[in-house]
């Protein structure tokens, strides 16, 4: 399990602004992070002080789903850390 994110933390990869007030909006048991990476089924994120996989939701995956609906590399996207990490 990584560690909370800080100011600091997403301050290092990128956010603008006051990261105190997106950490606010965040649900419980969730987290902010940066895509850094994108493959077909899945993605590697960073949340300031760790990097993992996470899963897409399979809404993203269907056939005519909006590709403009899908995280890119840059975007930022809160994900579901457990049971299993999903965006």
Request: aromatic fraction near 4%.
């Amino acid at each position: 399990m990584t560690r909370p994110a800080t100011a600091e933390s997403l301050r290092s990869i990128g956010w603008h602004g006051d990261p105190a007030e997106a950490l606010r909006d965040v649900p419980a048991g969730c987290a902010l992070a940066r895509v850094v990476a994108q493959h077909r089924s899945g993605y590697r994120v960073n949340d300031g002080s760790d990097e993992l996989a996470v899963q897409t939701p399979a809404i993203l995956l269907r056939k005519g789903a909006d590709p403009l609906a899908r995280p890119g590399v840059g975007d930022w996207v809160v994900f579901r850390r457990e049971p299993e990490p999903m965006i």
